[in-house]
């Protein structure tokens, strides 16, 4: 099973800032010609590990046209809160059917960056 864990660092955490992270990986697989052909795939689940010292939030979107609506009206979208201490899994069907991107925003001072797990890559459908 193909796997990819992303770091947020302390220092992004404490900026407050909005980090943005693509979530996939470029594969080269074989095309039913024979030939390899990059395929972009996608994590099937994904795990916010927050042992950073403070609360994180998060939201992750399935496509640009959602990002792009985001940046429009960001209002729109509520970000949802990881506390520190906790680990929260998400899996694709039962949250969307694609996760894209993920966006994350610190609200304090972290001790520690945390991880994002992104788990059981499959093709972009």
């Known amino acids: 099973m193909k796997n990819k864990v992303f770091t947020v ?8 800032l909005e980090k943005s ?3 996939y990986i470029d594969i080269n697989d074989v095309s039913p010609s024979g030939a390899y052909e990059a395929r972009r ?19 992750i979107f399935s496509s640009d046209a959602e ?11 509520d ?5 520190n201490g ?3 899994i998400l899996t694709a069907s039962s949250i969307l059917p694609t996760a894209y ?6 609200s304090g001072t972290a001790s520690t960056g945390m991880n994002i797990e992104c788990i059981g ?3 972009y459908r």
Request: charged share 10%; proline share 7%; aromatic share 14%.
């Open 101 to 106: 991107q993920i966006k994350v925003i610190g």
């Open 41 to 59: 795939y996608y994590p099937r689940k994904v795990n916010f590990l927050n042992t950073s010292g403070t609360t994180i939030s998060a939201n």
């Open 86 to 88: 906790t680990s929260l």
């Open 121 to 123: 890559y499959q093709p």
């Open 21 to 23: 992270i693509d979530t």
């Open 9 to 16: 660092s302390k220092a992004e955490i404490d900026s407050g």
């Open 67 to 77: 990002i792009m609506a985001y940046s429009g009206s960001p209002t729109n979208y």
């Open 79 to 83: 970000f949802f809160t990881i506390p």
